[in-house]
């Protein structure tokens, strides 16, 4: 018996325990979670004893773990699933997520002292026409770009302003586009699709574009290549104002190769280098106001000038504790264009440098759902003009630039659908002032944090999926 068909054998009687659903004119009632942690536990079950019965070797009952632990990833908690047949369906399905946040940071001689409690909801429904096409639309609250958080407390006043439900993903899905196996498009507003770690991309943060992915293509058993490539329109413009003058949009590509190699069963590497660009006027005001109000740095226009060249990395090892998986990750990248940046946005520092960031973490986890537990330490570092403010999580340096410094971050899986989590960051500023046009409310300090000696961040999470 080959591995082929041990797997097959095996998903055949996995499958139906881990994606629930209701058919077209079926009456059976969504899996309950007690009911899907037990079919779970059953799962691990047959393949360890497959494999003490010699019908599996240890590589091929990790390939099939690997693979429902796909399918499981793919159903985010009990959702809803019609349609006929198994290869057509709409999926319903959501999140959502209560926070504990606060926030200190020390500017000169002065401290601000901040605690919030928010939540984040998210609900989407995604139809698959045929085995290639699908298209989907999910809803989200929270008004940033970078985050779906709002905030309990805030009174009737700002009430209708703060819960708000917005278009956070709406696309259509190509797979094996062409009838080519190493296709994919994917276009709209979509969930970005590169490789960048949580520190540089913040998780909420979505694209508005287009996709393509090529591979993964297999060069040897152990070695595959692939790439993705995105053309996105981050801010939209009217090119010719009736008040005058011409201000362009704004757009961001990005091209990166993914390499993956398998060493052994324990040991598997990702390197995914990439290029980040940036095109457009980053002029927020018109032509009709001073220099200094044009260059003044917003959140709309804050990607103006990048030409990143990127390099992120990872490391599946094994763990000294039984049943445990651990995982090195880093980041490393350099903005080539950090004068033009520097003079676009009027910084002190108008000659460039303050270019480069990286990051670096070690995180040990086991299992899944009930009972799973994580642990990560990592250490982040990003210089004024390496980066937008835009991308980075707000959970480092309070979501600003121009900051260093270390975080920890542990989990716990209550069910197979419930988790907590509690994360804390320290960090410090790099570069004591930047000064520049529009240093105030929104300018180039505020942004960066160019005056800020201190920012401890402390966000501790409760989130469930259904």
Known sequence: MNKLIKTGLLLAVALPFTVSGLRAGAAAPVEKSAAKTEKV????????????????????????????????????????KLGSPADKGLRLYGDARLRYEYLHDQRGNTSRERERYRYRLRVGAEYKFTDDFSSGVRFRSGESRRTGNSDFGTGDASYSANDKLNVDLVYLSWDKAFSADWLALSAGRIVQPHHFN?????????????????????????????????????????????????????????NQVDLSFKFNKDWKLRFSPSFVNAIGDSKYASDSEPDNAKRKITYLNDISKLDVFVLDAVLDTPFFINGTKGKLFGEYGVNISDSARARELGTNNKDGGQNQFFLAGYEVSKGKGKG???????????????????????SFNGGVLNGHGPGVKV??????????????????????DLGGAGSGSTGVNTLYGGNQNGTDVVQIDLTWKF
Do not use: C, M
């Open 41 to 80: 536990a059953d799962n691990n079950a047959l393949i360890q004893a497959l494999v003490k019965k010699g019908v599996l070797t240890n590589d091929e009952a990790q390939n099939i773990q690997a693979d429902l632990d796909k399918q499981a990833q793919a159903t985010p908690g009990g959702f809803l």
């Open 198 to 254: 949580g520190y540089a991309w913040a998780g909420d943060l979505t694209v508005d574009g287009g996709a393509i992915k090529l591979g993964n293509w297999k060069i040897t058993d152990d070695f595959t290549i692939g790439s993705t490539h995105g053309a996105y329109v981050w801010t939209d413009r009217e090119d010719n104002p009736f008040a005058g003058g011409g201000i362009n949009d704004v757009f961001l590509f990005i």
């Open 372 to 394: 799973s537990w994580s642990v990560e330490l990592s250490y982040a570092y990003f210089e004024a003009l390496s980066w937008s403010a835009q991308f980075v999580d707000t």
């Open 411 to 432: 989990g716990y899986g209550i069910s197979d659908n419930v988790s907590v989590s509690a994360l804390y960051r320290k960090s410090w500023h790099i570069d004591s």
